[in-house]
């Protein structure tokens, strides 16, 4: 069965990721976190048996964590978030991928066990999503293209999951629900994972 792992990643600049941690903590301090994060995100992907593809937010980068050898390389279309995962997701199913599971790199929390049980739960399910403590989601995955769960979202809001939920019912698709993580967008948020690793 052809899996494929997608993975949402930004290059690593000062001022230019992680700009709401930043403005408590520091440019410098938020862009070292944000190296971490791709990096515990690397070795995630590196654990999972599927193909990988990295969805990069403006350019490719040639020279990076993500090797030319091990992971597909493409750039996000310039549209809003649901328009950017539903390219990524078309762009998977339409090539015969049987399951579809895509991931940023913006949680600690976030495992090989986790990701592999995603996976998993598509045997007997439509859809499986992560939620994350914001009220949006840190995973998705499907076997079929439903566009429409990318349509009518107030993107990086706290409403994202669960209208997504309200998408999944409404639509009848079957769903699994895996544990609820924490995204590193605040300092709160990562002196809360910082405490959960511990």
């Known amino acids: 069965m052809k899996k494929g792992l997608i ?15 930043a403005a408590s903590i520091g440019d ?14 690397f070795q995630i992907a590196n654990a ?8 990069y937010h403006e350019e490719i980068e040639s020279n990076d964590l993500w090797t030319a050898e091990r992971f597909f390389k493409f750039v996000q279309i310039n549209k809003d978030l649901g328009k950017k995962m539903n390219h990524a997701f078309t762009s998977l199913l339409e090539e015969g ?12 929390e976030l495992n090989a066990t986790i990701v592999n049980k995603a996976f998993e739960s ?51 698709l079957s769903f699994y629900v ?7 967008d605040t300092e709160k948020d990562w002196l809360v994972t910082k405490k959960s690793l511990a």
């Open 28 to 41: 410098e301090k938020a862009l070292y976190i944000y190296k971490e994060l791709l990096q515990h995100t």
């Open 97 to 108: 991928y049987e399951k579809a599971v895509i991931i940023g790199s913006d949680c600690f």
């Open 178 to 184: 895996l544990p609820v993580l924490t995204d590193v």
């Open 122 to 172: 598509l045997n007997e399910n439509d859809v499986v999503i992560g939620p994350a403590k914001d009220g949006g989601y840190y995973l998705l995955g499907m076997k079929k293209m439903y566009s429409f769960i990318f349509e009518n979202k107030e993107w990086s809001t706290p409403t994202v999951y669960n209208d997504t939920i309200a998408d999944f019912r409404k639509q009848q």
């Open 48 to 55: 999972i048996d599927a193909d990988k593809f990295v969805f």
């Open 7 to 21: 993975i949402f990643v930004r290059k690593p600049e000062l001022r230019k990721v992680k700009t709401r941690l």
